[in-house]
């Protein structure tokens, strides 16, 4: 995975990291608790929390509900079931960026393909005011891999210039996949986006926090890119 080195990829497994991603446990389990609305991990007073909204988009039925899952720490079903209307789901996670951690709140929108085709309102509530889309496609389906260009050229031209994330899903070492590296390469080296990859089967045990660190790392780091970028346009940072 590609990384600026902003921020610090292996600090999740430090015993700094370890102290913070305590606040982050149910008790009750060994997974990661879910936050409700009002609800946020009980981090110090001194760590910084920043906000972004994320539009997931990609072919019906490739994983993409299932991706979020896997990445909130939570058990998706093992049945295919569309999404129905918008399910937005509220990832917590700190990174440390340099010398400071920092407390990011993901909201990612999700919309199954069915409510957006019959719900005019429902796509554009999902892109309004979005800091990034997740586009996702399965390394076990080629059709969602191929419709990438086509989805992405037609998503991204919003005034809001959101910053692009690929998520491949269904990645297995052990598997032969339908996309093969070499399309993977030549897909990042022409959009300069890095593909990120997961495997969304869930452990339910606390080491699913080490798996999925690197995917939520790099889109935190992608998230503060773009804002450091739209401040030095501004002149507010030198």
Known sequence: MCSSNLVCMDWQSSAEGEAILQYFYNPQTTGRKI???????????????????????????????????????????????????????????????????????LQFWDAGDHSMKKYSHILPACREKADGIVFIFSFMDTSSFNDLPQLMSKTIQQPENPTSIVIGTRYSLTNRLEVQSSEIKEFEHKWRIPVLRIDNKWSGERSEVQEVAPVLNIICERLWMRDQEYLIKQGLVR
């Open 35 to 105: 936050f409700g609305v009002l609800e946020k991990p009980n981090v110090p007073s001194s760590v910084e929390e920043v906000s972004y909204k994320l539009f997931v988009a990609g072919k019906a039925g490739i994983g993409k509900t299932s991706t979020v899952a896997r990445l909130a720490g939570t058990k998706a079903l093992s049945s295919y079931v569309e999404t129905s209307g918008i399910q937005k789901t509220n990832i917590y996670w700190p990174v440390k960026i340099w010398d400071k951690i920092i407390l990011f709140k």
